[in-house]
Structure formats: structure tokens, C-alpha cells
């Protein structure tokens, strides 16, 4: 109008969102017993319907066999330039990590996953630490969580819904629940430990919690995470 020049503007909104992967109907559940062996229980509905173990030994026992090598080359002074562990055990620990994965996508389930923060290795022989130390605990559960929802799985992405702290593992009661409060001395808690054994002051269980009971937990805490969801 009169010769001026009229501006058009646009705007526009970016906006974002999180995109949760599709939840599968069950819980598979998994602790790392030793060593050599994952224990697992399956959930389907709030019920455990399935228990067993994976064998990582034939894993693992590869890379111990090259470790104790290169240690024993070291021991002897030997040149070892250039011959470090720290690849063969990022690849052991994508094995074990595959395995898990593979299981729970043979179930149908997301997956809880025992978060190892602490491993007692006083009690163990040279053999038994230098397994723990095969685990890279630092970045297994990590690597869980990435390759469920990265990698190409039947049935589409695998959700870690729990990473359930080895202290509840520890020191909760396989009979009555109850659990040693963070803090709280052995004379005082409702529940400690001696070496193996758990005793309890609440309901008084002693002895060993196996590891189908603490995977069972595992199972339990994902299995509630997953009903909240659902319902939200």
C-alpha cells in the first residue's frame, strides 16, 4: 500500500518428544552368580514361570587362558608392548551381553538386571578374582541396556526396565523381604552377613540365598517397574 513493502513472517516450533520402544509382556530377571554362570528367572504376569542358568564358562575360560599369559610374561619380565587384555575383553564382554539378550528376546521379555557396584574378592583364590575381573562389571550393564535397544532383535528393541543394586542382593531376606538399611552395623541391622550366610532378625532365616532367589528379586523389582508403567 502507498508503495511499501509488506513482510511476511513465519514461525516455527520445534518440538520433541521421548519415544519409549514398545514394552514386551514379561520380566526376565538376571544375576550374576559367579564367575561362570548367569542365574535368571522369568515373570510373566507377576508370577515366576520359568529359573535356569546361562554358562558363560566357555566364554570366559578363553580369555582367562590368554590373561594368565600375558601375566606370566610379565611375571618373567618379558616384553609384552603392545599386547594389551583390554580388547579381547571388551569382545568377551559383547559375548556375555548377546547371550542375555538373546534370552530375553526368546522369552518375549524386557529385562532387570542385577547392577554389580561391589565384588568381594577376599575370599577368592587368584583364579576366582581373575574370573570376577573377566565380568567387566564397569561396562556390562551398560552395554545390556545400549544393544537391547540398538541392536536388531526379533520382535523389535529389548528395554532394561531395572538396574537392581548388588547391595539389595546381599541383604535382603529370601523369606520375609527384609533388608539391611544403608549405614546400619551388623549388632543393629535386621540383616547381615558372615562371609556366605545371611541371617535374619525379623523372621530368623540363616544361611545361603541362592541365586535363583536373587535373580527371583531382579525379576520382582522389574516386573513392578513394568506394571507401573503400563499403567500410567
Known sequence: VGGQIKEEWEIHFA????????LRPNVLGVHFADGSVVDWVL??????SESGRISVEQILSK?????LKL?????RLA??????????????????????????SEKDANLAIE?????DKRHGGAEANRRFSLWNYSQLGSLIEWLGLEGSWPGGPIVT??????????YTCPECGACRKAGEKALEATTWREKNLLFCRKCGFEGEVSGEAQARLVARLGSEKLSKLLSS
Open 15 to 22: 518440538t520433541a518428544r521421548e519415544v519409549f520402544p514398545a
Open 43 to 48: 515373570e510373566r504376569e507377576g508370577d515366576c
Open 63 to 67: 580369555g582367562l587362558d590368554e590373561k
Open 71 to 75: 601375566e606370566e610374561r610379565q611375571g
Open 79 to 104: 616384553w609384552v608392548g603392545g599386547k594389551t587384555y583390554a580388547s579381547d575383553l571388551k569382545r568377551r564382554t559383547y559375548e556375555v551381553a548377546k547371550a542375555i539378550l538373546a534370552l530375553a
Open 115 to 119: 547392577e554389580i557396584n561391589w565384588v
Open 161 to 170: 526396565l531395572r538396574k537392581v543394586s548388588d547391595y539389595l542382593l546381599r
